[in-house]
């Protein structure tokens, strides 16, 4: 089993930035990929950063490179998501997840999930 916790998520004006965590326990060994995906109201979960847990590739979505970027750091099993220059359209959950598929981008790669941490930008 393994246990996703985020936190971070938070109320920040447009252009502002925010840091998410998400602590992870757990069966570490079977986790190949750590990913964000968020959702907004009545819309699909979206991928938005994944990275591999042991190398450090990593992949995004189109519309948050060269804003967020993805890191973790291993000796404290904890991933992060660093969200500069936020926009309105960025507000969501946002929910980190571990899937034993490399670099996934979908939904259904991911076999654990957090309970999501609120992120609102406002105008």
């Known amino acids: 089993q393994v246990h996703l916790v985020e936190s971070g998520g938070g109320l920040v004006q447009a252009g502002g930035s925010l840091r998410l965590s998400c602590a992870h326990s757990?069966?570490?060994?079977?986790?190949?990929?750590m990913g964000w995906f968020r959702q907004a109201p009545g819309k699909e979960r979206e991928f938005v950063a994944a990275i591999s847990w042991i190398l450090d590739n990593t992949v995004y979505a189109d519309s948050v490179k060269g804003r967020f970027t993805i890191s973790r750091d291993n000796p404290k099993n904890t991933l992060y998501l660093q969200m500069n220059d936020l926009k309105v359209d960025d507000t969501a959950v946002y929910y980190c997840?571990?899937?034993?598929?490399?670099?996934?981008?979908?939904?259904?790669?991911?076999?654990?999930w957090g309970q999501g941490t609120q992120v609102a930008v406002s105008s």
């Open positions: 997840a571990a899937s034993q598929v490399t670099l996934s981008i979908v939904a259904a790669g991911y076999d654990y």
């Open positions: 757990g069966r570490r060994f079977s986790t190949t990929t």
